[in-house]
């Protein structure tokens, strides 16, 4: 998972506003948990929330599956001259020593988890976090995925890389042919990742969040604090420990 795309994410996710998330997830947990510093950021690829985060003041360490990816967010952080650990976690089976005061895992990262493999991940940010931590990811819609997404072709270029995104709606999700394209000398190399992201339904994951034992659970449109709509095609959510 997301192997040669790792060296290529931060070029085509170029338009995705990463201060204006970091800043949104600034204002919850500040209004929910003043105060807060220390935080996991899981499925945090590149680290462009991490770093972000990080300079708005969090104690950040950063988890993810794809070393890739770690290594890219490592690059990043000294680029940076930012101070940021990254660390290969599994978000379904991770523990800390010390607990934290928040868990994000932005990104779709509860899309890549069966209904099953979300309930372990539920269980560990709950055991991970402090007494009234928080727990705040995003997710896209089945609307998104399977309406605005669907059976598509999507492609993008850049000056060394290039794409073509082959999307499949399917009985419990989406699935992606992702197909890469490397310039190297007057070639190109070819790469070809297959990637599934499952719909998840709000209400489901919040029973879920309540058997995991969160005690307060919140969803709100993406980048706002307004009621979910039948077609937003990101929801946020929020659980307190």
């Keep these: 998972m997301y192997g040669d795309f790792a060296t290529v994410y931060d070029g085509f996710m170029a338009d995705v506003p990463y201060g204006d ?18 935080l ?11 770093l972000g985060l990080a300079a708005l003041g969090y104690d950040v360490m950063g988890g993810d599956l ?3 990816m770690l290594q890219r ?25 010390n607990g934290v005061d928040c868990i994000t895992a932005m990104c779709d990262g ?41 059976d598509n072709t999507f492609a993008d ?3 060394d890389s290039a794409y073509i995104l082959v999307t499949h709606r399917e009985k419990e999700g989406c699935s992606m042919e992702l197909t890469l394209f490397f310039k190297q000398g007057e070639y190109y190399r070819r790469g070809y990742e297959e990637h599934f ?3 998840h339904d709000p209400t489901d994951l919040a029973d ?12 709100f449109s993406f980048l706002t604090v307004e009621d979910i709509k039948p077609q937003d095609e990101r929801i946020m959510m929020i659980a307190r420990r």
């Design 21 to 38: 998330w970091c800043a949104y997830l600034h204002g919850l947990i500040q209004t929910r948990r003043p105060g807060a510093r220390r």
């Design 40 to 50: 996991l950021d899981l499925c945090c690829g590149t680290g462009s929330v991490s």
């Design 66 to 68: 794809s070393q890739d």
């Design 73 to 97: 967010a490592q690059e990043k952080a000294r680029d940076r001259g930012q101070r940021v650990p990254f660390y290969r976690m599994d978000m379904t089976d991770f523990s800390l020593i």
């Design 110 to 150: 509860i899309n890549y988890l069966t209904h099953h493999a979300r309930d372990d991940f539920f269980r560990c940010a709950y055991d991970a976090l402090l007494p009234q931590g928080l727990l705040l990811f995003d997710f896209s819609t089945q609307y998104r995925l399977l309406t605005a997404l669907g």
């Design 157 to 159: 270029e850049n000056d």
């Design 197 to 199: 992201l499952f719909v």
């Design 208 to 219: 879920a969040l309540y058997d995991a034992g969160f005690s307060q659970v919140e969803a």
